[in-house]
C-alpha cells in the first residue's frame, strides 16, 4: 500500500515557512511561476561580504508539496553561496525527473521523496529553489 502524499510532517513543514515576507532592500530578485500549477515563488536574497546568503525573503502561493519545499530550501539558505543554491536546485530537479536516486545533499530533501511518482506537482517543487537560486545569482552580479 503507498503511503499519503500528504502526511502530518509535511503539512507542518508547509505551515512553517522560515523568511516569510519580502526584502526591504534586497540585492537580488527573482519571481517564479509554474504554467503547469499556476504556484509562485518570488525570493529577495542579500548577500554577505563573502558572497554568502545573508538574508532571505519569500513570498510563497503554492501547494502544500511547494510550501514544504519553500520550507526546506529556506532553513538552510542562510550561510550558503549562489552556487550552492545552483547546485541544489539543479540536484533536485535531476532527482525528480528520475535522472538520479537521492535529492543531492541539501538538508531534507528526502522528505518531498513520496512526491516522485506525481509529476505534475514537481514544478511545485522546484520553484522555491529556482526562485532563490536566481535572486543569488543576480544578487552577485
Not at 502561493?61 to 541544489?88: D, K, V, W
Not at 525527473?97 to 511518482?117: H, K
Amino acid at each position: 500500500m503507498n503511503a499519503p502524499l500528504y502526511d502530518a510532517a509535511l503539512l507542518r513543514l508547509a505551515t512553517t515557512i522560515p523568511h516569510l515576507g519580502r526584502l526591504p532592500d534586497p540585492q537580488g530578485s527573482a519571481d517564479k511561476r509554474s504554467a503547469t500549477c499556476g504556484s509562485r515563488v518570488v525570493a529577495d536574497v542579500v548577500l554577505d561580504a563573502g558572497g554568502r546568503i545573508a538574508a532571505l525573503g519569500l513570498e510563497v502561493s503554492a501547494c502544500a508539496l511547494g510550501q514544504a519545499s519553500a520550507n526546506l530550501m529556506a532553513s538552510h539558505a542562510i550561510g550558503r553561496t549562489p552556487e550552492e543554491l545552483a547546485a541544489a536546485r539543479d540536484a533536485l530537479a535531476a532527482w525528480l525527473a528520475g535522472e538520479r536516486d537521492e535529492p543531492g545533499d541539501w538538508p531534507d530533501l528526502n522528505r518531498l521523496e513520496r512526491a516522485l511518482p506525481h509529476r505534475g506537482r514537481h514544478p511545485a517543487i522546484r520553484l522555491p529553489f529556482e526562485a532563490a537560486a536566481e535572486a543569488a545569482e543576480r544578487a552577485r552580479g
